[in-house]
């Protein structure tokens, strides 16, 4: 009897430790979910809304010159500042600015020193926008090769950051890459002749019309009633 209860308490004892160790394991395995959720979620830099810009610039990659632009009184229209006369594509700075609209970043920086060991001395582009809230300056430092990331900073903090190549790419762009495309003399031309085509087979169908009918009452005027 008392060796029945000893086995007993031993199997008790035996299966407390395991589910003890069950429990431990769920909990060990929640958390690191947890911290691998936490590193792995994007972090806000920036939110822009595209539509509340009434000026930007960034740099061009061909020659390194700042190109700004300023949002007309008409509230659509844009104008590039270092020449009024430019015909600016309104569909490619409404692409341009949508980059802005959520600037996230892939980690912090912790402790990094001198900005000018993470190519801000030399920084591949400086992009601001203007709203009703103020300018918001964001500056593309040097590529981490191992990462394959840009390093990036923002005037609405004194965090440094690691980003994708999203922000970069969207705005390695020229001067030209901003140029509305004209519209071809050639086609001008053609669409005209198509139109001009069009009404004169008009007309002639109108002129065929109006001759059948006075035919038709020729006709009608030559015949003998009974």
Known sequence: M????KQF???AILLVICVVAYIALLAYNKSVENKEAEESADIIV?????????????VSYEDGETLSFTLADDGSTWTYDGDPEFDVDEDE????????ESVEAKEIVEDYGDLS?????????VITATTASG??????????????????????????????????SGF???LDDLEAEEEDEE???SDAEEVEGTEEDAAEVESTEEGTEAGAEETYDGETVE
């Not at 692409?95 to 802005?100: E, G, M, Q, R």
């Not at 060991?117 to 582009?125: A, H, T, V």
């Open 117 to 125: 060991d993470y190519g801000f001395d030399d920084p591949k582009n």
């Open 46 to 58: 920036a939110e822009i809304d595209p539509d509340g810009v009434t000026a930007f610039s960034f």
């Open 9 to 11: 308490l031993v199997v």
């Open 93 to 100: 700075v409404t692409t341009l600015l949508s980059k802005l």
């Open 135 to 168: 300018t918001t300056t964001l500056t593309i430092g040097g590529y981490n090769d191992m990462l394959s990331e840009y390093y990036l900073t923002c005037s609405d903090s004194d965090d440094l950051y690691l980003i994708s190549s999203t922000l970069y």
């Open 172 to 174: 390695n762009k020229t």
């Open 187 to 189: 086609d001008t031309e």
């Open 2 to 5: 008392k060796k029945q209860q």
